[in-house]
């Protein structure tokens, strides 16, 4: 089993280095690095928040051309250590990737050949870093070194996420698509999914007109004028790719041979009146729950906690830049923007990571 991960990740063009994360601490009025506990009524998810929006500042801050950053929708993964401890502080967190973005390519711009990246949510890039991640880590307990994971005593014998650490997804705004169905019609806030049949597939498509992104369900393609019927698009929404981690896990395919799966344990989310837990819940969890009838180990259908930052926290208003390209870096790595509709590194012709063309060929 070790020789087989071995070599399957060694005839990667190229393994990316041990990621280890710089911790940030701020004074949480004005940014200016001080002290690492949450303290006077801030939380845990507070201080969260404060690290992944000082990460991704010191990641663009180089970016000449600052119409490539868009910054209205947020994605971060973050490994929290020593689960098991009485006293929680923000030493006990490591922001592990961050990404930003909100749209995907059209069909016309997609390839077979992995040579692009389809989808440039935040939710999707964030993910897909965090693979890269996992891939350095198993490498690094395969060698004897320091990992996040550790070996298991399954039938494959492959490994997993210690026992004392948990994965946890931030967004600053709602997963759009299934998330954003809510019941309450007085919620006056902008959400990003079409208020009709919760709990279905929604799918993310460019409004040539208004230059933003939509999120349209299934029954809205199966109407037909006079001209031609309507073409569905091929991307489904942030809500529903996050709801097959759920179910499978965020290791993805080619992981899954090596690592157990792994889970989110917690989505933090600023708050606001569109925060619906059970519209979370349903869109994350229960659809999957409701058409199936048994999961075999060691799959299951996860089901993780929803918290939330405070919107008080100034912090959170300093970036206000909005933009359909998408962006993404792991804690010690560049900056990467991912230019739309081309779906390439901006300014290198190069295939560059997150690309599945560049992770496995």
Known sequence: MELAAKTCIRAFEHVPPKFLVTEINFDLETGVPKQSTATDGYSIEDWIMLKVLSLLKSKTDGIENKKFISMKNIAAVVLQKNRDIKKDNSDNYEIISVATGMSSLPSSRMAKDGSVVHDLHAEVLAIR?????????????????????????????????????????????????????VSEPNVKVELFGEQSNPGSIQYNEHDVDTNQFVYRNESHYTKTNAVKPEVKPEVASPSDKLAVCNFVGLQGGLLSQFVTPVYFEKIILQQGPEVKTDAINRALSERIEAQVYKVLPPFKINKPEIATYSKRVAAAKSFNVTGNHGGWALAEGNWEVLKFPEGKVVGNTQIKYPCKRKLCF
């Open 129 to 181: 870093a965090f693979r890269i991640y996992l891939f350095s880590q198993l490498e690094a307990v395969i060698d004897g070194q320091n990992s996040v994971l550790e070996k298991t005593e399954d039938e494959k014998n492959r490994f997993s996420l210690k026992k004392s650490h948990k994965i946890i997804f931030f967004k600053n705004i709602l997963p759009p698509g299934d998330c954003n169905v």
